[in-house]
């Protein structure tokens, strides 16, 4: 199978296993770009230097008012409007962004983070299906799994959305994730470190754990199982506790 594809599967393409036991069985589904790897500073460094060169300092407030949640070209829409560069082409601009994020997460991500690496792990012993969503492009998603050695342990992984939809993401990514490992979302424990993510999936009815960083720390994740301020291995440990419990 090649994860480079939309979903790396195990079973027939595009599912998984449709046997009464895979549908019977949990899920663990991961925000893969920040609990995986840690992208987004790599993410907001590349976007700068880029934007520097057309005279624009992305700081990191405006990182994070503009392109944190929002879809690409609306979050670069805003930044321009702000930053009086409306003569700049958006769709030249986007490009650039885009091709500069891609090299530099390949470039400089070289390991998935010790609390994936468990909770992956923790899955696997239990017999729980992996299934991972990106906002980066699924070929750089897959290629960065299979950098890491990683590849493997993700049964299935989406894009997060489209770039046209209102709000980015919806939780239409993890209804799409949940019906491709032919899981019920009520059995679908989902990690994520934004609000949007997480708010997300408590409307598909999953069970979610935020893990929030240094740029999403101020958000708010009511209605979480939990919120770990440190994600850690105690951390993946309570996780892999309350999923196996009920």
């Known amino acids: ?97 885009e091709e500069a994020t891609k090299a530099a997460v390949l470039e400089k991500v070289a ?44 049964n299935v992984l989406l894009p997060c959305g489209t770039d046209t939809e209102k709000h980015f993401p919806t939780s239409d990514v993890w209804l799409r994730l949940a019906k491709q490992m032919n899981i019920t979302p009520r059995r679908c424990g989902v990690v994520a470190s934004c609000a949007v993510l997480v708010q997300a999936a408590l409307s598909c009815g999953m069970r979610v754990f935020a893990t929030p960083d240094d740029f999403t720390s101020f958000q708010d994740f009511g209605g979480a199982e939990a919120v770990y301020e440190k994600f850690d291995e105690a951390a993946v440990r309570n996780i892999v506790e309350i999923l196996a419990g009920g």
């Open 111 to 154: 390991s998935a983070t010790p609390q994936f690496s468990a909770l992956v792990k923790a899955a696997q012993e239990k017999g729980w299906l992996v299934g991972a969503v990106t906002c980066l492009d699924v070929e750089t998603a897959g290629r960065m799994l299979e950098k890491c050695g990683m590849a493997a342990a993700v």
């Open 1 to 97: 199978m090649n994860l480079l594809e939309e979903a790396k599967v195990t079973g027939k393409k595009g599912q998984v296993d449709s046997s009464d036991r895979a549908r019977s069985q949990r899920a663990v589904l991961i925000d893969l770009d920040n609990t995986a790897f840690h992208c987004r500073k790599i993410v907001m460094e590349a976007m700068a230097g880029v934007l520097e060169e057309k005279g624009i300092t992305l700081t990191r407030h405006l990182f994070i008012k503009h392109f944190l949640d929002a879809p690409p070209s609306e979050a670069l829409e805003a930044l321009l409007n702000a930053s009086g560069k409306q003569r700049l082409s958006r769709e030249k601009l986007l490009a650039e962004l």
